[in-house]
Nanobody
């Protein structure tokens, strides 16, 4: 089992920045991919980006590319999401997910991940 805990959310103004963290514990050696998703009230869970655990290769949703950056600290079992130039439309609960296997065509879908954190709220005021 893997446990994930997100932190770093909060209230920011339009144009501000936040850095979210996702700390893993348990059987973290089994993780192949870690991804970030977000979900606004009444909306479906949306893919933000992902990073491969061993190689550090990143992929982002088109709407986040250029503003959001994912990185990792292998020794600390932690993944980060740096968010810049935030907009009110970025308001959502942000979730960290971990997958035991990289499955092509599934890493942009929440169904491709085996473990999830509790989420952290990000609110961007206008």
């Amino acid at each position: 089992q893997v446990q994930l805990v997100e932190s770093g959310g909060g209230l920011v103004q339009t144009g501000g920045s936040l850095r979210l963290s996702c700390a893993g514990s348990g059987r973290t050696s089994s993780i192949a991919v870690m991804g970030w998703f977000r979900q606004a009230p009444g909306k479906e869970r949306e893919f933000v980006g992902r990073i491969t655990w061993s190689g550090g290769t990143t992929t982002y949703a088109d709407s986040m590319r250029g503003r959001f950056t994912i990185s990792r600290d292998i020794e600390q079992n932690t993944v980060f999401l740096q968010m810049n130039s935030l907009k009110p439309e970025d308001t959502a609960v942000y979730y960290c997910g971990a997958a035991n296997t990289y499955t092509i065509g599934r890493m942009r879908s929440s169904g491709g991940y085996d473990y999830w954190g509790q989420g952290t709220q990000v609110t961007v005021s206008s």
